[in-house]
């Protein structure tokens, strides 16, 4: 009884002291250690700093995912569905194929070339593989507060700067009570947004 009692006191005490982003980033790192695919609707929504959010550009369609797992050699993958325009994504690793079907046209190239002019979807999806240690290694992660995104999730919002150079100067993430990102914004230096919202995952 007696080291039970102290067992629960010791695990009060490591909790308090994890605080909030503590705890988010151990949910966040048991939900990556698990999770091996997933299906969902998929929001993009893109914001030219210089025209404003009152001409943003959206997008919506659906997502297969597949996470990397280095240790077990897997590359990132994903097939995104995009209703309007109809168009087609895959990305591998940092390759990017793009099939514009009603169009006939095609194009290719890598996840570093599209971040570049912030196009790319491939960079706020990385997050959902990054681990704790990756988190805390390539960024100063803030815990900003409870949110609920325009889907109706609950969500806890975390800022995360880069600490070296990057194509872009921040992200934030709006992450679910299991530890997975919902939604995931990434400024661009010059101010332009990428935001992207997952709905109805199926994992």
Do not use: C
């Amino acid at each position: 009884f007696v080291f039970s009692a102290l067992f629960v006191v010791s695990a009060i005490s490591t909790n308090a002291q994890k605080g909030p982003l503590g705890e988010i980033l151990d949910r966040m790192d048991s939900h990556n250690k698990t999770l091996n695919s997933l299906e969902s609707k998929i929001t993009m929504v893109k914001v030219d700093a210089a025209l404003g959010e009152a001409n943003a550009d959206k997008q919506d369609g659906t997502v297969n995912y597949i996470p990397e797992k280095k240790k077990a050699g897997t590359k990132m993958y994903a097939r995104i569905d995009w209703v309007k325009p109809n168009e087609t994504m895959l990305l591998v690793g940092d390759a990017y194929k793009i099939y514009r079907p009603d169009l006939k046209q095609g194009y290719a190239g890598t996840r570093s070339q599209a971040a570049k002019n912030n196009s790319s979807v491939a960079g706020p999806l990385s997050f959902l593989s990054m681990s704790r240690d990756e988190l805390k290694r390539n960024y100063k992660v803030v815990y900003i507060g409870e949110e609920t995104v325009s889907n109706g999730t609950k969500t806890l919002h975390l800022q995360l700067t880069p600490l070296t150079g990057n194509s872009y100067k921040q992200a934030d993430l709006w992450v679910d009570r299991d530890g997975m990102p919902v939604q995931a914004k990434v400024t661009a230096k010059n101010n332009d947004t990428t935001t992207i919202l997952l709905t109805g995952a199926d994992k």
